[in-house]
């Protein structure tokens, strides 16, 4: 759509993983103005303050324009795209052929906004023997993916527009937001006297001002709460016996087990009062119908994967599953990861990977050692490990002793310094892109974006990075394409019974499925669309698990949805389905959920001798690294000017604390950490316990100055975090929990 101040182009938000549709206003390769798509299919014109900053993604910083390889001085010399790939695949090669193609790890594969790219990223990895890879979920999620694993057998998802009581646990949607149409649906629970809203989080965000109860616990102490929620639950019988008996295994061993936890010292440790508790858990377990949402702020803290296993205990004993309003399962566009209740390891360390993934603070681990089977080489692609994970020292110094880093990113980031080749990618923005974060039960939606500008001149997409990779490799035999391309040219039909021959034939294809796709299909696609070849296939696999959710949301088979992906510049509906149906995602025998997890039971009993305490004299403030605000977001902003306030990223402080320490707001103060030192202006807030701080995400950028040198502002958090510090079963880091100390500068 032309208007006589620019062209409108329908995309989404790539910034959270709600991807709210948004319309984007272009002059030259300038984004004007963005607003809210009122005709996207999920998000109907909602979107917060950050997705009108786009631009700052877009034309802020420094791109990159051709591929860049490091010299034995440290410096960058730029090469052309057939040197760098021909020099990329020789050194691959090379490292398969000397320690075997396990010892190539791959990290990342998209962000917030793009897994459209990432999707190619394993048919490289399977023509180069690659087995291990990992992402940022690996320090999120992959906790309470090793729960669900066990419990329903998949990702389950809130129905927060219904639910009677809506409970937020370190979760703070009006600013990170997960909750489709977030700040919407949290003020339409707060002002509906016959909904209730629970936030369990040791800050006063701006959710806990809209909620009904606040359990304002201790930082680091929200296992004890959920264990003395838990508590009330069984002991003044306010489970659904029906459900369990008809729906459930285990769960006697489960109540028995909670029956014995000792409410009022779970109260004392978590600094909740016991009423206010015992008040919580009453009405949990009278409501007709509750949902959860567990996010970061546990899932990055001590007991992560056991506040996990407790949160969804909360909503399974009191049988809100699979009714409107409660809990459920969904379809997936595909999935994220895996769900198995014996995970592979790793092979040095001996990690469990939950969801298949390399947890993020046993990487360093598994590269700095003598171990034979250590990792030797990293693809990394669209993400920024060297200024994310924890411990940045620590990772700066295994990327030094890896024998080959390839990094595929936008911009030279605080990764790609330390690489050996950086290749330059489109931006979101340049190129068909979309995200695989399809939670939404019962209708689940899925948004093809079709590309708002040209790519970058020296750029490419990332499915062509990986195309090229891999027939410099000489991986797949020439013949598989021929037969493809023939068959390509003859229709959807044809190529569709010449693909499942050929993957009859060589079970060895379908692990390059998505280049033979890309290849072959891809030509024939409309409007330069080739690298959505994928969904082609992916929409096979929907057609096969949810025939009857496609149909009613009226797609007669794979083609037709195909088609309607391609076409639907707002999304699509992928699914539509019914409360009962819920049912048929739970793996288990008798679609029954087993209810005991025997390792997180003990745990659980171990709580009453486990400490909840990590700070000392040494280190007395427990430091919450990567706090989500107005103006931050993740680190693809390369660019400062897009925040309008909270500039510098502020050093929040209790005022008991900072009385005690004589710092004043706009002060600078100095944090140190057993790992780092930072120092940080102040803002004093009372939202925060004494005892408790919080620096911002998405600052610490080492970004370019006009002289040629770069400049750095506010904290890069994980010079100050340890890679020790994790959950014991998923590996996850303590990043919302870091002793520290403060100091005045």
């Not at 390889?69 to 695949?89: C, L, M, Q, Y």
């Not at 109860?213 to 508590?231: E, S, Y």
């Not at 391609?566 to 019914?578: H, M, N, P, Q, V």
């Amino acid at each position: 759509m032309t208007s006589d101040t620019g062209t409108w182009h329908k995309s989404a938000c790539i910034l959270c993983e709600n991807n709210c549709g948004i319309q984007i206003q272009s002059v030259g390769r300038l984004f004007t103005k963005i607003r809210g798509d009122k005709d996207h299919v999920a998000t109907a014109g909602y979107t917060c303050n950050k997705a009108l900053r786009l631009d700052y993604y877009q034309n802020g910083g420094t791109r990159l324009t051709t591929p860049l390889r490091r010299e034995k001085d440290g410096s960058f010399t730029p090469i052309d795209w057939e040197t760098a790939i021909r020099e990329i695949a020789a050194q691959l090669r090379g490292v398969r052929d000397t320690y075997g193609g396990e010892s190539i790890f791959f990290y990342g594969g998209g962000g917030q906004g793009n897994h459209l790219g990432g999707s190619y990223s394993g048919s490289l990895l399977r023509t180069l023997g690659a087995r291990y890879r990992s992402n940022p979920l690996a320090q999120e999620k992959t906790g309470e993916g090793f729960v669900d694993a066990h419990l329903t057998g998949g990702h389950t998802t809130g129905d927060f527009t219904r639910a009677q009581v809506s409970l937020f646990l370190g979760k703070n949607p009006w600013q990170s937001h997960g909750v489709p149409r977030a700040r919407t649906v949290l003020k339409d629970i707060a002002k509906d006297p016959d909904r209730t809203m629970i936030v369990i989080d040791p800050v006063r965000t701006e959710t806990a001002d809209l909620a009904d109860i606040h359990l304002q616990v201790k930082p680091g102490t929200d296992a004890w709460c959920l264990a003395g929620l838990l508590g009330i639950l069984v002991q003044e019988d306010l489970v659904d016996h029906v459900f369990l008996k008809t729906h459930t295994l285990g769960a006697e061993t489960v109540l028995k087990q909670l029956t014995a936890v000792n409410v009022a010292r779970c109260a004392q440790t978590c600094g909740v009062n016991e009423a206010l508790l015992r008040q919580t858990a009453r009405i949990i377990g009278t409501a007709s119908s509750v949902s959860t949402y567990e996010d970061l702020g546990v899932q990055q803290s001590p007991n992560s994967t056991l506040v996990s296993y407790l949160n969804k205990l909360t909503w399974l004993l009191t049988g809100n599953f699979a009714k409107p309003g409660a809990m459920q399962p969904h379809s997936w566009i595909a999935p994220l990861a895996s769900y198995s209740t014996s995970p592979r390891r790793t092979p040095v360390t001996g990690a469990r990977m939950p969801g298949g993934l390399v947890p993020c603070n046993v990487i360093a681990e598994e590269i700095l050692n003598n171990h034979p089977n250590r990792f030797r080489a990293m693809i990394i692609e669209s993400s920024n490990p060297a200024h994310s994970l924890a411990d940045s020292a620590a990772f700066a110094k295994a990327l030094t002793a890896l024998d080959l880093v390839v990094v595929i990113d936008i911009a030279l980031t605080e990764t790609g310094r330390q690489a050996d080749y950086v290749l330059p990618a489109a931006s979101q923005f340049e190129k068909w892109e979309a995200t695989f974060f399809t939670f939404e039960f019962p209708h689940n939606t899925f948004h093809l974006r079709a590309p708002v500008l040209a790519p970058l001149s020296g750029t490419l997409p990332e499915p062509e990075i990986y195309a090229r990779l891999v027939r410099e490799l000489h991986g797949i035999p020439r013949s598989k394409l021929t037969w493809l391309h023939k068959a390509a040219r003859l229709g959807r039909t044809p190529y569709k019974i010449a693909f499942a021959a050929l993957t009859a034939v060589d079970k060895s294809a379908l692990g390059v499925a998505p280049y033979l796709l890309y290849e072959t299909l891809g030509p024939t696609l409309p409007a330069g669309a080739r690298s959505t070849a994928v969904l082609w296939a992916l929409a096979q696999r929907i057609a096969k698990e949810y025939p009857v959710g496609m149909r009613r949301a009226g797609h007669r088979n794979a083609n037709a949805l195909f088609d309607a992906m391609l076409e639907g510049r707002s999304g699509i509906t992928f699914t539509k389905e019914e409360y009962g149906d819920a049912w048929n995602y739970v793996p288990h025998s008798g679609r029954r959920i087993p209810l005991p997890i025997p390792e997180l039971l003990a745990l659980l009993t171990g709580l009453d001798t486990t400490s909840a305490v990590h700070t000392s004299s040494e280190f007395p403030i427990v430091l919450a690294a990567g706090q989500r605000r107005a103006f931050t977001a993740n680190t693809i902003f390369r660019d400062n000017a897009w925040r309008r306030r909270d500039s510098q990223g502020a050093l929040r402080i209790n005022p008991c604390d900072a009385e005690l320490l004589g710092l004043t707001d706009g002060a600078l103060a100095q944090v140190t950490t057993a790992r780092g030192t930072a120092q940080a202006r102040v803002e004093i807030d009372d939202r925060l316990q004494p005892g408790h701080a919080a620096l911002p995400n998405g600052f610490g950028l080492d970004l370019p100055t006009t002289k040629g040198g770069t400049e750095r502002t506010g904290v890069a958090l994980n010079t100050l975090t340890d890679l020790a510090w994790r959950d014991p079963i998923a590996g996850t880091p303590w990043h919302k929990h870091v002793p520290a100390r403060i100091e005045s500068v």
